[in-house]
């Protein structure tokens, strides 16, 4: 079964702070590797995503870095705020044929104030 | 991007009774999606909805528990059908949609969230 490895399940930073979620995979078929933020009550959220001909993908002070011989891609969160305070998915999916994602297990995110 | 909405958002109902979700997208997908996530856990997709066509169930889900309809490409509805406490859930409608560049992004509804007694 394809899977995606998320770890952890949860991390408590303090405001300032980095927040650093990682992901593997299995699959080397997978090229399409997305974050959700996802806060209580509401659906996910796309946040940021990467492809693997990059290895590194920076929006603001959120970064998807990739390390494909490894298998491996993680979400920095840079300066984390109690509004970062949520529920994030890693994913990856293959572009071609039908377009199903695997997700990863979720990590609860809580940034103190 | 896709503009999806879920009614009802929440409901409590009895076990043995059924449940008729509806999702809205504010524009025409070719694909949907329906996820269950349960309390403090991941996305489990349940079925694609297919527009004209039987829906495609994943393994340990059956159409005669969870019986979707597609009449339309804007339009979906999964039933919950003789509920138990088990299928206390967070239900959530999917579509998927091309983007330049990125490829195929996923778009999700506000979830209907589900309690059985």
């Known amino acids: 079964q394809q899977q995606v490895k998320q770890s952890p399940q949860s991390l408590i930073v303090q405001k300032g702070g980095i927040s650093i979620i990682n992901c593997a995979y299995e699959n080397t078929a997978f090229d399409y590797f997305p974050w959700y933020q996802q806060f209580p009550g509401k659906g996910p959220a796309l946040l940021i995503a990467?492809?693997?001909?990059?290895s590194e993908k920076k929006e603001g002070r959120f970064t998807i870095s990739f390390n494909k011989s490894a298998k491996q891609f993680s979400l920095h969160i840079m300066d984390s705020q109690p509004g970062d305070s949520a529920t994030y998915f890693c994913a990856a999916s293959m572009t071609g044929g039908s377009y199903i994602p695997t997700f990863g297990r979720g990590t609860s995110l809580i940034v103190h104030p | 991007s896709a503009v999806i909405s879920q009614k009802p958002s929440r409901d409590i109902c009895q076990r043995g009774t059924s449940l008729t979700i509806q999702c809205q997208v504010d524009?025409?997908?070719?694909?949907m999606f329906w996820y269950r996530q349960q309390p403090g856990q991941s996305l489990t997709l349940i079925a694609t909805?297919?527009?004209?066509?039987?829906?495609?169930?994943e393994s340990g889900f059956v159409i005669d528990k969870f019986p979707i309809s597609r009449p339309n490409l804007t339009f979906s509805t999964l039933t919950v059908s003789n509920m138990s406490p088990e299928d206390s859930s967070i239900y959530l409608c999917?579509?998927?949609?091309?983007?330049?560049?990125?490829?195929?992004?996923?778009?999700f509804g506000p979830g209907t969230r589900l309690t059985v007694l």
């Open positions: 909805a297919n527009q004209g066509s039987e829906a495609t169930y």
């Open positions: 524009s025409q997908v070719t694909m």
């Open positions: 990467i492809r693997p001909d990059v």
């Open positions: 999917s579509v998927a949609k091309t983007v330049a560049v990125m490829g195929n992004e996923q778009f």
